[in-house]
Nanobody, 128 residues
């Protein structure tokens, strides 16, 4: 497992941008598939995006496609989530997650149960 710490959340007006970071500790980060999930008040945690450990493959949920971009820097043990054109419905706690173990270079994962390490979350609030 890896330890994950998110940062970069905050309050932003609709149409604005934020960049979340997730710093990982552990020797296997470069071989972990990574994901971002979010949980709004009163709702279940939902998938947002994922990236393979190679960085070559990404996948987004439909509601953020074209607005959010996931990327990673394996040399810095960090994964990023660039969020543009934010909407009030993007308001949530955002969680970074890692899938350890044997992971193919271009494998991606969309289910919560696939991930074995989670950060503590960072709050993103978008005002209208």
């Amino acid at each position: 497992q890896v330890q994950l710490v998110e940062s970069g959340g905050g309050l932003v007006q609709a149409g604005g941008s934020l960049r979340l970071s997730c710093a990982a500790s552990g020797r296997t980060f470069s071989r972990n598939a990574m994901g971002w999930f979010r949980q709004a008040p009163g709702k279940e945690r939902e998938f947002v995006t994922t990236i393979s450990w190679s960085g070559a493959i990404t996948y987004y949920t439909g509601s953020v496609k074209g607005r959010f971009t996931i990327s990673r820097d394996n040399a810095k043990n960090t994964v990023y989530l660039q969020m543009n054109s934010l909407k009030p419905e993007d308001t949530a706690v955002y969680y970074c997650a890692a899938k350890s173990g044997y992971v193919g270079a271009n494998a991606i994962y969309r289910n919560l149960a696939d991930y074995d390490s989670w950060g503590q979350g960072t709050q993103v609030t978008v005002s209208s």
